[in-house]
């Protein structure tokens, strides 16, 4: 199948909230021809009677422009379109298993239980180990990670390397660079193979973190290396970083103490940091007695700042932000857009703009620069008007996370052609040439209502809505009076975890639209918590001011989809964790009854479109909605 011919029907079955072509005509993939024939002729027929219809007047004219299209889809080339679409889906995949390996070569090594790693998360995502291995070669060749290959005795464990660090960094390097390790494990589909590898983190961070540990290993790293490892001394990093990780002190004696191990894995706390002692006296002869009270010594460094808990998503930050106003002439012209990445993991971004007046390149962009370029190019020749708007928007692929920007643009206008129009009216006046009033003057100005009216109610109720490229709501609702007469309005809705929406309608003059886009939720709110961390601090009362405006939209689901008989009383208490910018991803119902299918998906719609507010890692709150039994389900 022709790639143009599939991207048109990706973008058509975008803008109506559809995967595939059979599920947009309700068919199965193994559907005969006759079936095919039925749906397409019953398709048309639904089309062309919807042609004047606002609300489907777009999608109605395109399926009828492209009839063609969809038959060689079908029917023709049926086998080449369900091709395209494992691929497509394949692509989707490869993305999240380059993301797992980069998290694996983030030590700089590859060995064989990593590679096996490799194998058995492509397995779970239904990749062939062929491309696994395609794709971890291209990346281990991009990273130049060092490959193992382990044979009979355990080989030597460069525990630096192994966190990611060089053999120089101090305490808060090493506890940032652990933490960072442990994120990524959490995003390992395979458990057992995260387990494994966790084990080896907490190895490498036991040896690191203790200096006694840390001498004894930089001892059989230089015997090994036949250098010196040159670093602070080791008493300085565990007096400068007491950081959250708690373990016992090393004992004073002169030959290296052994590694002593703590009682489990490390433990956060919110309470303040326990007191270390000072920093290591130098080491005393045996010879020597040893002072009751030792001579004061240099205060040692104030320990740094706790590090956050997790590691913040990645999140993406355009300059300039906000609104970038352009003047141009009647040459195309090109401005520059820088784009910053901040946070882990890293993750692949397209960039999308709704005007095809402005250019922009690249359109897709890499998962692991921090920092690009994008370059936004206008041709005035193709605006249909001197000042018009266009959003550019940069959307993560993984993540969801995405970044805006508004470009103003207003086209100079020549001053001759107002110059010479006003010397042929005038010419025309001395000389008597009256006749050309009519055609130089304006036409009389209508009369009746100056625009139409545009209502958007958006389901959930919550997102922004943007016309014509400018954000005009931020709380899925808009009335609209102005500037709605003439050529038709482009209508776009966008919610963090739902699927956008966009609209093409008419506004007649004096009449009134209305349009209530049903947004699709696309997060899957299955957010996994950390086992060793505890929630962020919330504030209470801003999180049951936000859940409190949900109790509408939250008691029809229960009045609709809960249990019991006509006019019981319904409660429902439900556990709802929210990541660090406030949006919940996760609903844990506390009545093992009531978590069936329908409800759940009905209430996460709903808790889906709510922010709470912002935490430090993740937040949990406990809330409770009450209903009463609809007498029609």
Not at 461 to 471: H, Q, R, S
Request: aromatic share 4%.
């Amino acid at each position: 199948m022709d790639p143009r011919d599939f991207d048109e029907i990706e973008r058509f079955l975008t803008s109506v909230g559809k995967a595939t072509l059979f599920e947009h005509l309700a068919l199965a993939e193994t559907a005969s021809a006759e079936e095919v024939e039925a749906a397409l002729a019953k398709r048309r027929a639904w089309a062309q009677g919807q042609q004047s219809n606002p609300k489907f007047r777009t999608e109605a004219i395109w399926t009828i422009k492209n009839m063609g299209l969809l038959k060689r889809a079908l029917l023709q080339e049926r086998g080449g379109y369900l091709e395209a679409l494992l691929q497509r889906e394949q692509g989707r995949k490869v993305l999240i298993l380059k993301q797992y390996i980069l998290g694996t070569l983030s030590s700089g090594r590859l060995s064989r239980r990593d590679e096996a790693g490799v194998l058995q998360q492509a397995r779970a995502l239904g990749l062939p180990d062929a491309v696994a291995q395609r794709t971890l070669e291209e990346l281990v060749a991009q990273s130049g990670a060092q490959t193992e290959r382990e044979q009979g005795a355990e080989a030597f464990v460069d525990h630096y390397r192994a966190l990611g660090v060089s053999p120089n960094a101090d305490y808060n390097e090493l506890y940032t660079a652990y933490r960072r390790r442990l994120e990524q494990l959490r995003h390992t589909l395979d458990r057992q193979l995260a387990e494994e590898q966790r084990e080896a983190l907490e190895e490498s961070w036991r040896a690191l973190s203790d200096p006694g540990a840390r001498e004894a290993f930089d001892q059989a790293l230089r015997a090994r290396r036949g250098a010196q490892v040159e670093r602070p001394p080791v008493g300085l990093p565990a007096a400068a970083g007491p950081g959250p990780i708690e373990r016992p002190p090393s004992p004073p004696a002169p030959e290296p103490p052994p590694v002593v191990e703590p009682a489990g894995p490390p433990k956060l706390t919110l309470a303040e940091p326990p007191k270390r002692p000072a920093a290591e006296a130098p080491k005393l002869s045996l010879a020597e007695p040893v002072a009751a009270e030792p001579e004061p010594r240099a205060r040692p460094p104030e320990p740094p700042p706790q590090e956050p808990r997790g590691t913040p998503p990645s999140r993406l930050v355009m300059e300039p932000a906000g609104v970038l106003q352009l003047t141009v002439g009647a040459k195309p012209q090109t401005v520059e857009v820088r784009v910053r990445r901040q946070g882990e993991p890293p993750a692949p971004a397209k960039v999308w703009v709704e005007r095809d007046w402005v250019s922009v390149e690249p359109r897709q962009l890499s998962p692991t620069l921090d920092e690009q370029v994008l370059r936004l190019t206008v041709h005035p020749d193709k605006m249909d008007r001197a000042h018009a708007v266009a959003l550019i928007t940069v959307l993560a692929e993984l993540t969801g996370q995405r970044t805006t920007l508004t470009l103003e643009v207003t086209r100079a206008t020549r001053w001759w052609p107002r110059a010479l129009a006003a010397a042929v009216l005038l010419v025309g006046l001395v000389g008597g040439g009256l006749a050309l009033w009519p055609v130089l003057a304006p036409d009389p100005a209508p009369t009746g209502p100056s625009s139409g009216t545009l209502v958007v109610q958006v389901d959930p109720p919550a997102g922004e809505i943007i016309v014509n490229g400018e954000i005009l709501s931020t709380n899925g609702s808009l009335e609209l009076s102005e500037g709605l007469t003439g050529p038709p309005v482009t209508v776009a809705v966008q919610l963090d975890g739902f699927e956008g929406h966009r609209e093409v309608v008419q506004v007649p003059r004096g009449e009134r639209v209305e349009l209530r886009p049903s947004l699709k939720l696309i997060d899957r709110m299955d957010l996994v918590v950390p086992i060793d961390e505890p929630p962020g601090p919330i504030d209470e009362a801003k999180a049951r001011a936000a859940l409190d405006a949900t109790a509408p939209a939250a008691a029809a689901c229960l009045a609709r989809f809960g249990p019991g008989s006509p006019g019981d009383d319904i409660e429902l208490t439900a556990t709802l964790i929210s990541t660090h910018d406030g949006w919940i991803r996760r609903v844990q119902f506390q009545q093992p009854k009531l978590d069936r299918d329908p409800l759940r998906g009905c209430l996460r719609r709903v808790v889906r479109a709510t922010r709470l507010p912002f935490v430090t890692g993740y937040g949990s709150t406990t809330y409770t909605w009450r209903a009463k039994k609809d007498a029609k389900p």
